[in-house]
């Protein structure tokens, strides 16, 4: 676990799909769930804060990707938690719909060739619907940005006093920004306005579903990578 500011926390060696922990003083919020086998890793490193796995009170998920969502199911029973998600990803992640996939024609190269299978989602019931502008009650209000493209119901989250931006899969961050893969991305140029949207936020800190969060120079990274793919 390791702290990215006081009340924010990311979990550590979990292979793939980062996951945050937000503590307040009522209880615990988790961003995302990443993939099996790390549900103990997470469980182990929420008790490494003194807080017990029953604390967390909510899972918001950012949208129903396998690397996202693998874990929920075990932590969503080991916790009792609320899962919150937009309209669009919860058919999704309850295992109804399968996941949303890039139209082949749109793709080139090899993303052609190593498309997403089509995949449906272990079941999971999402307690509440989010939209655009509504806020959770945590972190002193989180508020929901709808961000599609990389998905079709894709939500950033946005802490406007903190200056603190949950981004999941709008912009990787694994190798300096990039943009994310195109065979896992529904909608490219939506994405691309997507990124548009968050860039006219003014965040200190961005914490990303793929790579370490920014701590420096956030707002000026983010507009300078956004400048890049105006079209
Ligand atoms: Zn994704």
């Known amino acids: 676990m390791k702290q990215i500011i006081p009340g924010l926390h990311t979990f550590t060696n979990l292979i793939v799909g980062r996951v945050y922990l937000i503590e307040d003083p009522d209880g615990l919020t988790l961003i995302d769930a990443s993939i099996p086998p790390s549900a103990p890793k997470i469980l182990k490193q929420i008790e490494s804060?003194?807080?017990k796995p029953t604390e967390?009170?909510?899972i918001l998920m950012t949208h129903a990707h396998p690397d996202h969502h693998g874990n929920l199911p075990l932590l969503q029973?080991?916790?009792g938690a609320q899962i919150i998600a937009s309209a669009q990803e919860k058919p999704v992640l309850e295992g109804k719909k399968m996941i949303d996939r890039p139209d082949p024609a749109t793709l080139t190269g090899l993303s052609r060739h190593i498309r997403m299978?089509?995949?449906l989602l272990p079941a999971?019931?999402?307690?509440?619907v989010i939209e655009d502008g509504d806020r959770i009650e945590t972190m002193g209000?989180?508020?929901a940005i709808f961000t599609p493209g990389h998905s079709p119901g894709h939500m950033a989250y946005w802490q406007p006093e903190k200056r603190v931006l949950f981004c999941g899969d709008v912009i990787f961050h694994m190798t300096g920004l990039t943009l994310p893969f195109a065979?896992?991305?529904v909608d490219m140029a939506q994405n691309k306005k997507s990124i548009q949207r968050i860039a006219q936020l003014n965040p200190e800190i961005v914490c990303f579903g793929h790579g370490h969060p920014l701590t420096q120079d956030a707002t000026h990274a983010l507009r300078t990578f956004a400048q890049k793919h105006i079209f």
């Open 141 to 143: 209000g989180l508020q």
């Open 124 to 128: 999971v019931a999402v307690d509440r």
């Open 49 to 51: 804060l003194g807080r």
């Open 77 to 79: 029973k080991a916790t």
């Open 183 to 185: 065979m896992a991305t």
């Open 117 to 119: 299978p089509d995949t």
């Open 56 to 58: 967390v009170k909510r």
